[in-house]
């Protein structure tokens, strides 16, 4: 047997891990009690993960669609007719019907995306999709119009803050979002223990404020909620002038946006009273440094850009940004903003042809089904995503557009809903199976309250017919006469290791290892080598005082100014926030659906794993107000309707919801997997069938899909007709 740690890759708490190994095969895997930061704290989806590593129904060989059946092929004959059909079709339709569409593992995959973006680009394609679109689009495009670049970003300062207001996360669940933070439950703790106040903001009374303060809002609202908070801060003069003007713009033009929005006024909507606005104003300007967050449940709502904008706004003119103990913009290995600065893919503000947005290079997912019933895309390469059920699916149409494709390629360790309609699944190699750091946001944006450095080796062994993607992205680019890293002679390297790697001469070829210690020596850090004999429980590094950006040159707008009120968000909320209002004030007595993560999946991918989901919790989740008005109790069936599509769903009743919003666990509905033998025994329903897609569905600034904040209606189900026998 041997021992290896490593950390764990599914959500970006990168936990440390204890992995036991005999013959290849796991057989335990724990939390490592010495790790850095996550010092022996990991969740059931980590230390159960050999459940999916090990699963009869992993793919182990690239599987062609032959009719209605799968037939194992050579990665020589899958490659080459893959490439041959996307030459073709760029030949007929040109490089722009070639899309790619990535998930949430991909960005936690260190390599894939050079060699992705790498290859796209030699093709000439930007028509690239992702589930960003998704989850945070929105906070890259703000970070981009007012500090210059998409990946400077702030996070809350947590182990030093005294008051910390967190809206739309569920940190102690999901392992948090865009900033670091294993062993969130322990930190808040730390919070009240130091004389803190730690307040969630969320339409359910969720896990993570077991033992903080918590407050209901109605769905989609925040932004009211927002305005008025910025407003009380900008009115009672709790703002600090000599920095305002010494690093910042705008001002006054942000103090005008915002000043008609009293706390009486946004308490019609959002169900925060007034005088509770006014406890949290006096609470945040009283504290020494406060920290703000917010997440994908904002991020999901109409608003996601204002929204953001607004919060940070809020930590900027009070004084709490840039400072220790509030909102901090990290200082990683290596200034990822100002490397990626110049990259037309990255590029900031740059639209479609139809002139809607693409953030940091990423094609909105909600147009992606209009996009392949338009003819604007053809192939389309998936890796480590599922979008049949992880996007909005208005009543199927993602389904039929998917099948309709010319070529559908998906990357993936299983054949999921989305490769149902695949013409080849290519299997890749988990996590554990690859040489890795925790992903650029930690590494080179240090995104996070506890700045270290990780670097693991492969623990295991991947199957014989497995490859990595960056093999994948680089036999394809060999085929299809691509260029990679903009470098001939590097390009041809690449190409040639990737010819060897899986011949004899295949223990030569370190590719990943090589490009990570080449990253980690011109950061000035200890090599891989060094790194995995020296530090296999993480180096922590020095921690961030804040001081450090404001004023500096790392703000990389032209001037060197933060833009408190960039001309398209001002133009955007002068706009709609009052129709967005009125809105509101007519549909307070209807129902909002919201989404639910839960501590045993991982998005539509851990529902094949015995051990981890053995029966649905796919459960339409109503207060005990909004049951009795549709006269339901647990167990009994509802018809959710939206404006786009109709669902059948058992029951919970629980006062964690707030009155007029219903809950549903989201990326549910595996009755068609043909390889998730598991998860189709306890299929659930697939929420986004009633969420709206194309350009009336999708936030016009960041191109996030709308997925929390629908207007729904429920009745009671004639009959309770079995979830599988419904779609
Ligand atoms: N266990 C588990 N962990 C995960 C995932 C998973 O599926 N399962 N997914 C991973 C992924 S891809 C991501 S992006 C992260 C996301 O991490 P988080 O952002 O923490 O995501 P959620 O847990 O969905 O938390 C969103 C919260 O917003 C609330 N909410 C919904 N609508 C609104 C609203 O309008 N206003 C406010 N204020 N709150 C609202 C919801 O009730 C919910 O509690 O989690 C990651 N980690
Ligand atoms: N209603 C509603 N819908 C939502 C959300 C919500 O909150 N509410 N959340 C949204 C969010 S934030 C996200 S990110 C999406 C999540 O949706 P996706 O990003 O599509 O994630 P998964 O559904 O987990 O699918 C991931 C697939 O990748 C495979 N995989 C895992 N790791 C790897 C790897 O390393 N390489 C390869 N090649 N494959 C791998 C898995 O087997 C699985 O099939 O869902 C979105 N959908
Ligand atoms: S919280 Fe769970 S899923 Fe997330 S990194 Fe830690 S062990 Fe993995
Ligand atoms: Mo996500």
């Given amino acids: 047997m041997s021992q290896h740690y490593t950390f764990c890759s599914l959500c970006e708490s990168f936990c440390g891990l204890k992995v036991d190994v005999e013959d290849n095969r796991i057989s335990r895997i724990s939390p490592d009690p010495d790790h850095v930061v996550s010092r022996g704290y990991a969740c059931v989806k980590g230390t159960r993960f050999d459940s999916v590593q090990h699963s009869p129904d992993r793919v182990t060989t690239p599987l062609k669609r032959v009719g209605e059946s799968w037939q194992e092929v050579s990665w020589e004959v899958a490659l080459n007719d893959i490439a ?134 109605r769905p989609d609202t925040d932004i009211f909620f927002l305005a008025a908070f910025l407003n009380q801060i900008i009115s009672r003069g709790a703002t600090d002038q000599s920095r305002i003007e010494a690093t910042m713009k705008n001002f006054g033009e942000l103090a005008s946006v915002v000043s008609r929005w009293t706390p009486e006024r946004q308490a019609q909507v959002t169900g925060i009273s007034a005088s509770t606005l006014l406890d949290l104003v006096d609470g945040y300007v009283a504290a020494s440094a406060a920290a703000l967050n917010m997440a994908t449940g904002v991020n999901q709502g109409r608003s996601g850009t204002l929204c953001y904008w607004l919060l940070e706004a809020i930590s900027l003119v009070s004084g709490n940004f840039d400072r ?52 604007r895309v053809k192939a389309l390469i998936v ?83 497995v490859r990595h993607e960056w093999w994948i992205y680089t036999r394809l680019a060999d085929k299809l006469a691509v260029t990679l890293m903009g470098n001939r002679l590097l390009s041809f390297g690449l190409k040639l290791c990737a010819r060897l790697a899986h011949t004899r001469f295949g223990s030569w070829v370190k590719v990943p290892e090589w490009l990570m210690s080449g990253m980690l020596k011109q950061a000035g850090q200890p090599g891989l080598k060094q790194m995995l004999r020296d530090h296999p429980h993480g180096l922590r590094l020095p921690d961030n005082d804040g001081n450090n950006f404001l004023g500096t040159d790392r703000v990389l707008t032209e001037d060197g100014l933060v833009d408190l009120a960039p001309p398209p968000y001002v133009e955007a909320f002068d706009a709609k926030i009052e129709a967005l209002f009125a809105e ?23 529902s094949n794993s015995p051990r981890l989901v053995k029966e649905t919790s796919n ?105 599988t026998e419904l779609l």
């Fill in 619 to 723: 459960y339409a989740y109503l207060s005990p107000e909004d049951a009795a008005r549709a006269g339901v109790t647990d167990d009994d069936f509802v018809e959710v309707s939206s404006r786009y599509g109709t669902i059948h769903i058992p029951v919970r009743v629980t006062d964690e919801m707030m009155p007029r919003t219903l809950a549903i666990p989201q990326c549910w509905g595996h009755q068609k997997a043909e390889g998730l033998s598991h998860a189709r025994l306890h299929p659930g329903v697939n929420s986004n069938l009633l969420a709206g897609d194309g350009s009336r569905n999708i936030e016009a600034l960041s191109g996030m899909s709308h997925l929390s904040g629908i207007l729904v209606d429920i009745r009671k189900a004639d009959e309770q007709i079995p979830v």
């Fill in 324 to 375: 220790r103990g509030g909102n901090l913009i990290g200082d990683g290995i290596m200034d990822f903003a100002l490397l990626a600065k110049d990259d037309e893919h990255l590029k900031l503000g740059y639209h479609r042809e139809d002139g809607l947005p693409m953030v940091s290079g990423q094609q909105p997912s909600g147009m992606l089904a209009a996009d392949i019933e338009d003819g």
């Fill in 84 to 217: 041959g059909r996307i030459r073709t079709l760029n030949d007929k339709h040109g490089a722009q019907a070639i899309g790619h569409f990535v998930g949430a593992p991909g960005g936690a995959n260190l390599l894939a995306p050079m060699f992705r973006g790498d290859l796209y680009k030699g093709l000439g394609s930007y028509r690239m999709y992702g589930t960003g679109t998704c989850d945070t689009m929105n906070k890259f495009r703000v970070n981009g119009d007012m500090y210059g670049s998409p990946m400077r970003l702030s996070y809350p300062d947590v182990d030093h803050t005294e008051f910390m207001l967190v809206l739309g996360a569920n940190p102690s669940v999901s392992g948090n979002t865009l900033y670091h933070l294993p062993r969130a439950l322990d930190r808040f703790d730390g919070i009240r223990k130091r004389g803190g106040r730690v307040i969630f903001i969320n339409p359910r009374r969720i896990e993570s404020a077991r033992r903080t303060e918590h407050l209901f809002i």
């Fill in 584 to 606: 509101e004030l007519q549909n307070v007595d209807q129902l909002k659906l919201i989404g639910k993560r839960e501590i045993k999946r991982m998005n539509s991918s851990s």
């Fill in 383 to 465: 890796e480590a995503s599922n979008p049949a059920l992880a996007c909005s699916n208005p009543d199927g149409r993602l389904d039929s557009a998917l099948e309709n494709l010319d070529l559908l390629v998906c990357i993936d360790w299983f054949i999921n809903e989305t490769g149902n309609y695949a013409d080849y699944i290519l299997p890749a190699a988990t996590w554990l199976e690859r040489s890795g750091m925790p992903f650029a946001l930690q590494t080179f944006s240090a995104c996070t309250p506890t700045p270290y450095l990780y670097a693991t080796g492969p623990v295991l062994e991947p199957p014989e017919g």
